[in-house]
Nanobody, 121 residues
C-alpha cells in the first residue's frame, strides 16, 4: 500500500516561487502515474500536473503550463512540483496522488494529506 506525504507549502508573494515535495512509501511501479492536484475553498479539485513514473512523460493543464514543473527523484521515491510566477489564484491546498492505471483524475486512488499554498498580491 502506497502512502504519500507532502511538504513544502507556505506563503509567498505574487511572482514568487515554491517547491512542493511528495515522499512515497511503498512500491511505485513504472506504469504508475504520479500527480498533483489542488483545491481552493469553495472550488472543485483541479488537476495540476502529472508524470509517468520513471519517465519524462508529463502533462499540465493550460492554467499552469510554463509555470509549473513536475519531476521525479526515483532514488528517493519522491515527486516534486516546482511552481514559478505564482499568482493569487494559485492559492489552494495541494495534494499529491498516485494512479496505478491511467492519467484521468478518477484514476488516482491514493492521496496525501495536502499542503497549503498561499499567494498574496
Amino acid at each position: 500500500q502506497v502512502q504519500l506525504v507532502e511538504s513544502g507549502g507556505g506563503s509567498v508573494q505574487a511572482g514568487g516561487s515554491l517547491r512542493l515535495s511528495c515522499a512515497a512509501s511503498g512500491r511505485i511501479f513504472s506504469n504508475y502515474v504520479m500527480g498533483w492536484f489542488r483545491q481552493a475553498p469553495g472550488k472543485e479539485r483541479e488537476f495540476v500536473a502529472a508524470i509517468k513514473w520513471r519517465s519524462t512523460i508529463t502533462y499540465y493543464p493550460d492554467s499552469v503550463k510554463g509555470r509549473f514543473t513536475i519531476s521525479g527523484d526515483y532514488a528517493k521515491n519522491t515527486v516534486s512540483l516546482e511552481m514559478n510566477s505564482l499568482r493569487p489564484e494559485d492559492t489552494a491546498v495541494y495534494y499529491c496522488a498516485v494512479s496505478p492505471t491511467g492519467w484521468g483524475p478518477r484514476d488516482f486512488e491514493t492521496w496525501g494529506q495536502g499542503t497549503q499554498v498561499t499567494v498574496s498580491s
